[in-house]
């Protein structure tokens, strides 16, 4: 009983014993861990290859497990160092790329700060450089005015008060935004009318029941109804005798504004305009004197301009240039708007303006101008017909016309080239 007892004590402690040695073993290695707290190791990629033996002698045992640990941990050191180069070499590689990101960066908004920039001087010198030509422009006027110039023409010394009412009726007014247009037949008057409508809110749309807001949508033929613009000529009737005074101060406080064109090819586009095609009310008005004064026509003429067109009656530009330059023209009525002089229309002499824009330059001049208003945000100008009387067709339309006429064509609408700037036009007036 004592002998069994003995060989289950020495049993017991014999599997504790055996135990030990495998924990400890497995601790060493890393198979087996006591301290689950504590942060795994790196394992290495080549641990399967490190046999494990736990038979043998004791001390080969333990050289054994001291040269596969050794081993582990050079190979788990050196696999840590790997990998911590390869995050190191990760990381850097990510920090170039983001410097190089940021750098890309930096140089597309440098970028387009300088284009901003140089746009920004791009316009500012294209202003100055509007404003300058503006200058230049009125500083003209003022000199042909003051007579430094040789150009005498009718009117030129008189004061504003002397202009009768009738002869004020191109310069519209618009109170709400202090403007003032004295508008230029043929020369872009249509659009500026249409812009000044819109702006004083004078007609109503049909289809939406309020004031049109954009000008191309008004019909041509409504913007040219007088009743749509307060005029000076109409001053009279609204302020009685406060009318002069009323003017007078609108002059000196409003911003004021006319488009002009090169005068001959004004003359060119009105004739076209006019007797170019068939028109009744100038047939009847105009058409069918020149034709019966220097047409050498026998007979009647035909009743409309429809029927004079089939009849292949109608008045030559030649003839148009002897009407403007018969005497007898004026004796009888003051010319058409159409083909009068601007000094006698907008009477620069008298009215000092602040804007002289050109048919020529029409659309950077547009916009200048609408900035200067300040109305820029409540109005743009339409675009107009690109198909304009060029100062290139006047050798063909005076191709005809004989030497002497046009020469004294030119002194009839001298004060116009000359007030505006516009060259002596030598290839009409000389051979």
């Given at each position: 009983?004592?002998?069994w007892?003995?060989?289950?004590?020495?049993?017991?402690?014999?599997?504790?014993?055996?135990?030990?040695?495998?924990?400890?073993?497995?601790?060493?290695?890393?198979?087996?861990?006591?301290?689950?707290?504590?942060?795994?190791?790196?394992?290495?990629?080549?641990?399967?290859?490190?046999?494990?033996?736990?038979?043998?002698?004791?001390?080969?045992?333990?050289?054994?497990?001291?040269?596969?640990?050794?081993?582990?941990?050079?190979?788990?050191?050196?696999?840590?160092?790997?990998?911590?180069?390869?995050?190191?070499?990760?990381?850097?590689?990510?920090?170039?790329?983001?410097?190089?990101?940021?750098?890309?960066?930096?140089?597309?908004?440098?970028?387009?700060?300088?284009?901003?920039?140089?746009?920004?001087?791009?316009?500012?010198?294209?202003s100055h450089?509007?404003?300058?030509?503006?200058?230049?422009?009125?500083?003209?006027?003022?000199?042909?005015?003051?007579?430094?110039?040789?150009?005498?023409?009718?009117?030129?010394?008189?004061?504003?008060?002397?202009?009768?009412?009738?002869?004020?009726?191109?310069?519209?007014?618009?109170?709400?935004?202090?403007?003032?247009?004295?508008?230029?037949?043929?020369?872009?008057?249509?659009?500026?009318?249409?812009?000044?409508?819109?702006?004083?809110?004078?007609?109503?749309?049909?289809?939406?029941?309020?004031?049109?807001?954009?000008?191309?949508?008004?019909?041509?033929?409504?913007?040219?109804?007088?009743?749509?613009?307060?005029?000076f000529?109409?001053?009279?009737?609204?302020?009685?005798?406060?009318?002069?005074h009323?003017?007078?101060?609108?002059?000196?406080?409003?911003?004021?504004?006319?488009?002009?064109?090169?005068p001959?090819?004004?003359?060119?586009?009105?004739?076209?305009?006019?007797?170019?095609r068939?028109?009744?009310?100038?047939?009847?008005?105009?058409?069918?004197?020149?034709?019966?004064?220097?047409?050498?026509v026998?007979?009647?003429?035909?009743?409309?301009?429809?029927?004079?067109?089939?009849?292949?009656?109608?008045?030559?530009?030649?003839q148009?240039?002897?009407?403007?330059?018969?005497?007898?023209?004026?004796?009888?009525?003051?010319?058409?708007?159409?083909?009068?002089?601007?000094?006698?229309?907008?009477?620069?002499?008298?009215?000092?303006?602040?804007?002289?824009?050109?048919?020529?330059?029409?659309?950077?001049?547009?916009e200048?101008l609408?900035?200067?208003?300040?109305?820029?945000?409540?109005?743009?100008?339409?675009?107009?017909?690109?198909?304009?009387?060029?100062?290139?067709?006047?050798?063909?339309?005076?191709?005809?016309?004989?030497?002497?006429?046009?020469?004294?064509?030119y002194?009839?609408?001298?004060?116009?080239?000359?007030?505006?700037?516009?060259?002596?036009?030598?290839?009409?007036?000389?051979?």
């Amino acid at each position: 009983m004592g002998i069994w007892r003995g060989l289950r004590v020495a049993f017991l402690l014999g599997s504790l014993f055996m135990i030990l040695l495998i924990i400890v073993y497995w601790d060493d290695v890393g198979g087996f861990s006591l301290y689950p707290l504590r942060e795994p190791k790196h394992e290495s990629p080549h641990s399967d290859s490190y046999s494990l033996t736990t038979t043998g002698p004791s001390h080969s045992t333990s050289t054994s497990r001291a040269q596969t640990s050794a081993s582990f941990a050079i190979h788990t050191t050196a696999s840590s160092t790997t990998l911590v180069t390869e995050e190191t070499g990760g990381a850097a590689k990510g920090h170039v790329v983001e410097e190089e990101e940021e750098e890309e960066e930096e140089r597309r908004d440098k970028q387009q700060q300088w284009k901003e920039e140089t746009r920004e001087d791009v316009e500012k010198e294209r202003s100055h450089s509007d404003v300058d030509e503006q200058e230049e422009r009125k500083r003209r006027i003022m000199d042909v005015c003051s007579g430094k110039d040789a150009a005498e023409f009718p009117g030129r010394t008189r004061a504003f008060e002397q202009i009768p009412n009738r002869e004020l009726d191109h310069l519209i007014v618009d109170d709400t935004h202090q403007i003032i247009y004295c508008y230029v037949p043929k020369v872009a008057c249509t659009n500026w009318k249409r812009v000044m409508v819109v702006l004083s809110q004078s007609l109503i749309s049909p289809s939406s029941g309020k004031p049109y807001t954009d000008p191309e949508a008004i019909p041509p033929d409504l913007v040219h109804n007088s009743s749509l613009h307060l005029t000076f000529a109409k001053f009279w009737r609204h302020y009685g005798s406060l009318s002069r005074h009323l003017m007078a101060l609108k002059l000196q406080h409003y911003t004021k504004f006319l488009f002009v064109r090169d005068p001959f090819v004004r003359l060119i586009s009105a004739f076209r305009n006019k007797f170019g095609r068939p028109n009744e009310d100038f047939y009847r008005q105009f058409g069918s004197v020149m034709v019966r004064r220097y047409g050498n026509v026998s007979g009647s003429l035909p009743e409309t301009a429809a029927e004079a067109f089939a009849a292949g009656v109608k008045p030559t530009f030649q003839q148009f240039i002897t009407y403007l330059l018969d005497p007898e023209t004026e004796r009888e009525s003051i010319f058409n708007e159409h083909w009068r002089q601007v000094y006698r229309l907008c009477h620069p002499c008298q009215v000092k303006y602040d804007f002289i824009g050109r048919l020529e330059t029409l659309e950077t001049d547009a916009e200048h101008l609408l900035k200067l208003l300040e109305v820029d945000h409540l109005v743009h100008f339409p675009s107009g017909a690109r198909n304009r009387t060029a100062t290139s067709w006047e050798r063909d339309w005076f191709a005809q016309i004989p030497m002497a006429v046009r020469r004294e064509l030119y002194k009839l609408y001298e004060p116009d080239f000359e007030l505006f700037g516009y060259p002596k036009p030598d290839s009409v007036l000389h051979l």
